[in-house]
């Protein structure tokens, strides 16, 4: 009924593996998995298998980054990671802001979120526009600890305060 040829349904089995107790009743859920994708031919389930590799590799470079001790690949780290892609933003792009996060913010996704989102919003999402961004904020963070430090102030600069220091 839904159009699995037997080669797709073959390849698909191979997928049970996965499982401690391989199935019938879990091959009906990867197959109805496989459906509900729109991929129901044996090149289309390989194709999509191995574009999941790719992302699944993607996905376990930006939690390196990050720097996590588990590296599990979560829906939530799958949707922001969809979403960085969808504001424009190449791996590499994602990498650096990781690497930014990991530095300066801490070892989280959803402050590596953060950053890309206002990457964004200041119109930088290319790789040298990004860096020539970064080195202006180091410049305005560098003198901003010094006003900290003139002030008996013990903080991180935040955005806030870049601005305000702008302004």
Same mark, same amino acid.
């Given at each position: 009924?839904?159009?699995?040829?037997?080669?797709?349904?073959?390849?698909?089995?191979?997928?049970?593996?996965?499982? %401690? /107790?391989?199935?019938? +009743?879990?091959?009906?859920?990867?197959?109805?998995s496989y459906y509900?994708?729109?991929v129901t031919s044996s090149t289309g389930i390989d194709a999509y298998k191995r574009s999941q590799a790719s992302l699944n590799e993607q996905l376990l470079s930006v939690l390196?980054? %990050? /720097?996590?001790?588990? +590296?599990?690949i979560t829906p939530e780290l799958e949707n922001l990671y969809a979403s960085w892609s969808e504001m424009g933003f190449t791996?590499?792009?994602?990498?650096?802001?990781?690497?930014q996060t990991a530095a300066n913010m801490g070892r989280s996704a959803k402050k590596a979120d953060a950053l890309l989102k206002e990457w964004k919003d200041a119109g930088v999402t290319e790789k040298a526009d990004i860096l020539k961004y970064i080195r202006s904020q180091n410049k305005?963070?560098?003198?901003?600890?010094?006003?900290?430090?003139c002030a008996g102030i013990s903080k991180v600069v935040s955005e806030a305060d870049r601005k305000n220091y702008i302004k």
């Open positions: 009924e839904w159009g699995f040829t037997q080669d797709a349904v073959l390849l698909a089995m191979s997928d049970t593996t996965a499982s %401690l /107790k391989p199935s019938m +009743k879990y091959l009906d859920a990867i197959l109805k509900e994708k729109g390196e980054v %990050l /720097k996590y001790t588990r +590296k599990r791996h590499e792009c994602i990498l650096l802001a990781c690497e305005v963070d560098k003198k901003m600890q010094q006003v900290f430090e």
